[in-house]
């Protein structure tokens, strides 16, 4: 029955659809830049893409110093989970430490899919679509740094507060010229995303956080309490 089987993909196709879709998106990006030249002439095109490849690059080069600090991040849970989780444990089940956690590590892989995606519109020319796709990444970093446990020591490798200073200078119709994904921030994207530990709980029974109105009964007991000075 040889006729019924079924045959593999030939050589070369493997790849194809992914292939296409990039040629797709670059072929979408070229039409666009063609229609602009039109309107606006090709020396006021050329002037726009040129500011828009400066931005892009800038922002590449921002996205990778902050995966560079969110991998440094997730190595840190990563040694602390595995060499001191069991002696920090008590405080780490202890609900009144609120800024001691578990170790983490995948936490960080969400911003690193987002600027890892930023990436990849910006490289493509749609400048306006890897900038809100930046802002969505910036906020599940902050989020991450807000949950990570300060004995991790990781919370030093925060983002600025403001964000890119860039981000706020771009025109969200600014066009730009494609390009290669950075390898060295593709590979750092790669790292953080692959990281697929999950720390189990100690065998310690976790602490309670006391009810609220049991902390205004010590206060009160507290105040009305005897003057050992006699």
């Known amino acids: 029955m040889r006729g019924s089987e079924k045959k593999g993909p030939k050589k070369g196709e493997q790849g194809q659809g992914t292939g296409q879709a990039s040629a797709s998106v670059s072929a979408q990006a070229s039409s666009s830049a063609l229609k602009i030249g039109q309107a606006l ?19 590449l ?21 595995e060499h001191e ?9 202890d609900q009144h430490k609120s800024d ?6 995948m936490r960080w892989r969400e911003s690193a899919k987002l600027y890892e995606m930023a990436a990849f519109q910006m490289c493509q020319g749609s400048l306006g679509r890897g900038m809100q ?22 919370k030093e490798l925060g983002p600025e507060e ?49 009810p609220w109105w049991t902390l205004e009964e010590e206060e009160e007991e507290e105040e009305g309490a005897p003057d050992g000075g006699g």
Do not use: Y
């Open 100 to 105: 001691v956690n578990k170790p983490e590590p």
């Open 133 to 154: 796709l930046l802002e969505r990444a910036q906020e599940a970093e902050r989020r991450a740094f807000e949950a990570v446990g300060k004995q991790t020591g990781a």
């Open 41 to 59: 002439g090709n020396d006021e095109l050329q002037r726009r893409i040129q500011q828009g490849n400066a931005t892009r690059d800038e922002l």
């Open 162 to 210: 403001d964000g890119a200073p860039i981000t706020a200078e771009v025109d969200p119709h600014q066009a730009c010229a494609p390009r290669d994904v950075p390898v060295e921030l593709q590979q750092k994207a790669d790292e953080i995303q692959a990281n697929s530990t999950d720390f189990k709980d100690q065998p310690v029974k976790r602490r309670i956080a006391d």
């Open 85 to 93: 989780m069991r002696s920090h444990w008590k405080e780490i089940a």
């Open 61 to 81: 080069e921002h996205m990778n110093t902050r995966l560079g600090a969110i991998r440094e991040a997730q190595l840190r849970e990563q040694h602390m989970g």
